[in-house]
């Protein structure tokens, strides 16, 4: 693993499923990110995490929730995916959260 | 509230210069951060300006004035794949990056 990885890269998904997207990075950076970027819109952040075992609530929050069980993981979690979420869904992690901020790849979800 | 304003779209021309501006109305200031984002891909890091004046990194330079609210990233002699979205985003008072939503400059030959 070489920087930041996202799984799955893509994902079509049911209404009312749960889902939950990885997120792992090797650089041991301590804080971690979730953004959804919509057509039209900037990022926005659903959720962040400035160091392992703690977690925070971004600007969309709703409906998403995650942990920071380690430096490495930060797993996003839709427990009851709705068609609004869909998205392209992208994890970041920068070194102090005053730095330049790495991307996954990304996520693409549907959700129908 | 918090805004970060951009233009949707700009078209240049192969070989030319194009300034993108971005205007900020932020809770605080810690930092101004320029990134690259190709069609399908990741946002990658640019610039960072945190102090007024020029940054000058090979054919991109970024411009800051905190006083203005006001920042400007510009691309000289442009390449084809330069063509891409172009994203400003500012670092606020709880170190929270806000982001705009962000430029896609078309380049022509």
């Known amino acids: 693993i070489a920087g930041i990885t996202q799984a799955p890269t893509s994902q079509i998904l049911a209404a009312g499923r749960r889902m939950t997207l990885r997120c792992t990075q090797d650089m041991r950076h301590n804080a971690m990110y979730w953004y959804r970027q919509d057509l039209g819109l900037g990022l926005r952040l659903i959720h962040y995490s400035n160091t392992a075992g703690t977690t925070g609530k971004g600007e969309v929050p709703d409906g998403y929730s995650v942990s920071r069980a380690n430096t490495d993981d930060f797993p996003l979690t839709l427990a009851s995916a709705v068609p609004s979420q869909t998205s392209v869904y992208f994890c970041?992690?920068?070194?102090?959260?005053?730095?330049?901020?790495?991307f996954g790849q990304g996520t693409r979800l549907t959700v129908v | 509230g918090q805004n970060i304003d951009q233009p949707t779209e700009m078209t240049a021309t192969e070989g030319a210069i194009v300034q993108i501006n971005c205007t900020y109305q932020?809770?605080?200031?810690?930092?101004l951060f320029w990134y690259q984002q190709h069609a399908g891909e990741a946002p990658t890091f640019l610039s960072y300006n945190v102090l007024d004046g020029l940054e000058e990194k090979g054919r991109f330079s970024s411009f800051l004035s905190r006083s203005k609210g006001y920042s400007y990233l510009l691309l000289k002699e442009l390449q084809m794949k330069d063509s891409a979205s172009y994203l400003c985003?500012?670092?606020?008072?709880?170190?929270?990056?806000?982001w705009g939503a962000g430029t896609k400059l078309i380049i022509k030959p």
């Open positions: 970041a992690s920068s070194d102090s959260g005053q730095g330049e901020a790495f």
């Open positions: 985003a500012v670092l606020d008072s709880n170190y929270q990056l806000i």
């Open positions: 932020t809770s605080g200031f810690n930092g």
